[in-house]
């Protein structure tokens, strides 16, 4: 089982292989694309200028391509964004050349046009289906085989027995599997999010909002009302000592604290999943060593242990004081 | 010092870009994949935050004071050159302003310095933050504002002649809207809802409705079972009203029961020798349609035709520079279009957001008043309702729909609702600027499909 890191820049490289890291995966936005298209209209899910989330020379990423040589740890680029428009696929596809001629043959893509596009053409770098296509199902996965692709990252929201069924049926030899693992649970599913992600204003999912009621006279769920009753009048009063929609502190860390799935990894290695992903491009370096470094041991606890319950209640107890964060990938545990 | 933020500042030496590492004064320190030689011209790139764009700086005789080789790279310190006074000012200008903005982005408080510096030469306005207290009174409060805001402005003699040109479909999308179309038929039915509103025979809809879509986009529970929908299709058949049938995405546990329910229409359509639009939102639903079911036509859904659709894109900085741009998504692309037509697609359902879209060739319905702006696979109502915290997710297996009683209600300025398993924005441009119905027509719509929740 392999940690994918995320890398957002070349003095990254050396300290997460260092802590463990087996694949990187980045961003690059050339200068000509922010010229044109600054990050309005973006090139991967890494939507910021003000943030420090994505290479933007080449020269930035013949280092990393030297540094991946040297240590043998594969580096994918993101192309992850939801779409691009019509006369950005040629420009996107020169990218993809350039990046190759480079040493990079691994790309991460969210748009089925753009991986149409670069089969069409006759492009034989590996493809990655990222999470935001949103494959949660075998039939999908049997559609888009068509482009020959050599991994699927399943999204945030599955269930760990659909995963293992989807990997059951899809019957292709070789095809690797990615999960989410660490950092960064969204309220919503990343394939169908259509927010704006940027600098100055929160991404919908942290807009305040109450509990109402739909017009009904109906009232099948009258305790459920009640406590919702109780809970806005109190949210209310809390919100007005805080109306900015960003009010969680950036530099506060704590581990597995904002997305967690630690305790499914042996069950991920048991269905067949083998690329876990830890989120954090933009996050402090020190964090992220941190991160690497706890799930390398996790996976290591995970293959020495048989038993998958007590593999759970151990990570649990040594990572996480006994006290499960309220952010979980896998509330539901895989039926044996 | 410090790092730069790589999208602050570029440089090129020829062809070759370097990252800028740290700036301080007319000292630059620069991060290069290759040896340069000493003396060198560059073109150097600065954000420039009043204009959202780059100024170009061209520097020559550009002077190395230290080489650092590392490993894999070099760094250089590099004494910069300026040919003119006017350049040197300029330059000092757009980094002091960087370095000023960047101090306030350490300090957490930028945006208040880019305002307070009066940086934009455009009128752009930020987010207005203090408006995310206000709420209406409640949500059926909210709704209720949204639809007299539709029912007073009624263009009829416009509205008439351009629905003409265009079909009308009503959407059938949820277990009360099921019980009611199944037990009372279509037009009573349609009459009825449209009448609470007072909005029947008004605007938009002095044209009949001769379609219905029946299903949901957004929500596996929220599909109607086959038994339900014979009996809307027969009501529909009576009445001389077309069907599309709606599916969301496709969880792999439930790829038996949505195929059983392809199958059961499939095999309607067959001997009744007609074919049935479906609305497809996952690519297995594409994929298990074209494979087994040649009676069903497939459509693509709103989940598959993705764009930026947020209620707060006026505030958002840099956006109205680069607004044209968003017009388009992948469907712009005639090679992805020429894919999806080799799987059965040629009709895509756009939305009305409050935004222009470029619809491409070939007749497209448009969705009207609510869009799709976000959707969870793991329900947010069904974990407040269950959880006591919409954070504390888990799949909906046997939901009660707690949707059908509850809301996630917003800020009154941003007129959206969650609903069910999705945050829903609503727009009433298509009632209020007919011209812009007309373009939409001139574009390839050929269908409206009216959402009343």
């Known amino acids: 089982m392999k940690i994918v890191t995320p890398l957002t820049s070349v003095e990254c490289f050396e300290p997460l292989v260092e802590a463990g890291a087996d694949e990187f995966f980045c961003g690059v936005i050339p200068f000509e694309w922010l010229k044109e298209y600054s990050v309005i209209m973006p090139i991967n899910r890494r939507e910021y200028l003000l943030t420090h989330t994505n290479m933007c020379c080449m020269s930035s990423m013949k280092i990393i391509s030297r540094m ?29 050349k350039k990046l190759m001629d480079i040493g990079y043959d691994n790309f991460i893509v969210g748009d089925l046009a753009l991986i149409n596009y670069v089969r069409q053409k006759g492009i034989k770098c590996k493809i990655h289906i990222s999470g935001e296509v949103g494959v949660v199902n075998s039939m999908a996965m049997k559609f888009i085989n068509q482009f020959d692709i050599s991994r699927y990252v399943f999204p945030r929201k599955i269930t760990l027995d659909d995963m293992k069924s989807c990997i059951t049926n899809n019957q292709m030899k070789g095809m690797e599997y990615e999960a989410f693992i660490l950092n960064s649970f969204c309220p919503f599913s990343g394939e169908f999010c259509n927010s704006i ?114 593999f759970c209640k151990e990570v649990k107890d040594k990572f996480l004081d006994g006290l499960c964060p309220n952010l979980c990938y896998y509330p539901s545990k895989l039926t044996r | 010092m410090d790092t730069l933020l790589p999208t602050m500042a570029i440089g090129y030496i020829n062809s070759l870009d370097l990252r800028i590492l740290n700036i301080n004064s007319d000292i630059l320190s620069i991060q290069s994949a290759e040896a340069i030689s000493d003396e060198f011209e560059m073109i150097l790139y600065l954000f420039n935050f009043s204009k959202h764009d780059y100024e170009k700086f061209d520097l020559s005789k550009c002077k190395i004071i230290q080489t650092v080789k590392k490993e894999f790279f070099y760094v250089y310190t590099v004494k910069l050159h300026y040919d003119d006074d006017k350049t040197s000012n300029k330059y000092f200008d757009t980094v002091n302003c960087i370095m000023e903005i960047l101090d306030a982005k350490a300090k957490g408080n930028i945006f208040e310095r880019i305002k307070s510096l009066n940086l934009n030469e455009s009128e752009f306005e930020f987010y207005p933050y203090e408006k995310n207290m206000i709420y209406s009174k409640s949500f059926y409060t909210q709704e209720k504002m949204w639809f007299e805001s539709i029912s007073k402005n009624y263009h009829d003699e416009v509205f008439a002649q351009l629905m003409s040109k265009i079909e009308l479909a009503y959407y059938v999308n949820d277990p009360i809207l099921y019980k009611q179309f199944s037990n009372n038929g279509i037009k009573e039915s349609i009459d009825k809802n449209l009448n609470e509103y007072n909005i029947r025979k008004k605007g938009i809809f002095s044209k009949v409705f001769t379609r219905i879509y029946v299903g949901n986009e957004y929500c596996p529970n929220l599909i109607p079972t086959y038994d339900t929908l014979e009996k809307i299709l027969v009501h529909a058949t009576a009445e001389n009203i077309d069907v599309s049938i709606v599916f969301p995405y496709l969880i792999e546990r439930y790829i038996e029961k949505n195929y059983e329910i392809l199958n059961e229409l499939n095999k309607r359509c067959f001997d009744k020798c007609e074919k049935l639009e479906v609305v497809v939102n996952d690519w297995g639903m594409l994929s298990l349609i074209t494979e087994k079911f040649s009676n069903l036509t497939p459509v693509l859904g709103r989940l598959l035709n993705k764009r930026k659709k947020d209620p707060r894109t006026q505030w958002w900085w840099g956006y109205e520079k680069y607004q044209k741009l968003m017009m388009e998504n992948n469907l712009n692309s005639e090679e992805f279009v020429k894919f999806l037509s080799t799987h059965g697609i040629e009709r895509f359902e756009f939305e009305s957001f409050g935004e222009d879209i470029k619809i491409p060739n070939g007749h497209h319905s448009l969705n009207f008043p609510f869009y799709q702006i976000n959707t969870s696979s793991f329900c947010p109502i069904y974990a407040k309702c269950k959880n006591y915290s919409s954070f504390k997710q888990e799949l909906a297996d046997g939901c009660p729909q707690y949707c059908s009683e509850f809301c996630f209600q917003y800020p009154e300025h941003l007129n959206m609702v969650g609903r069910g398993n999705s945050l829903i924005g609503f727009d009433n441009s298509i009632f209020l600027q007919p011209d812009k119905l007309r373009e939409y027509i001139k574009n390839g719509i050929d269908r409206l499909v009216f959402s009343q929740r």
């Open chain 1, 68 to 96: 991946a040589e040297k240590y043998k740890i594969p580096v994918k680029i993101t192309l992850n964004a939801h779409y691009y428009m019509g006369n950005q696929y040629d420009i996107l596809l020169e990218y993809i």
């Open chain 1, 197 to 310: 992600h940027c600098d100055d204003i929160g991404p919908t999912c942290k807009i305040p909002f109450r509990v109402s009621r739909e017009k009904q006279t109906v009232n099948r769920f009258q305790d459920i009302d009640s406590l919702f009753t109780m809970m806005t009048r109190a949210e209310e009063k809390a919100r007005l000592y805080n109306n900015r929609v960003h009010t969680s502190n950036p530099n506060s860390y704590k581990f597995a604290e904002s997305g967690c799935g630690i305790c499914r990894v042996k069950d991920l290695v048991d269905i067949g999943v083998t690329h876990l992903k830890v989120v954090g491009r933009g996050f402090l370096l020190e964090n992220l060593i941190n991160d690497v470094q706890n799930m390398k041991e996790i996976i290591n606890m995970a293959i020495e242990t048989e038993d998958s319950d007590r």
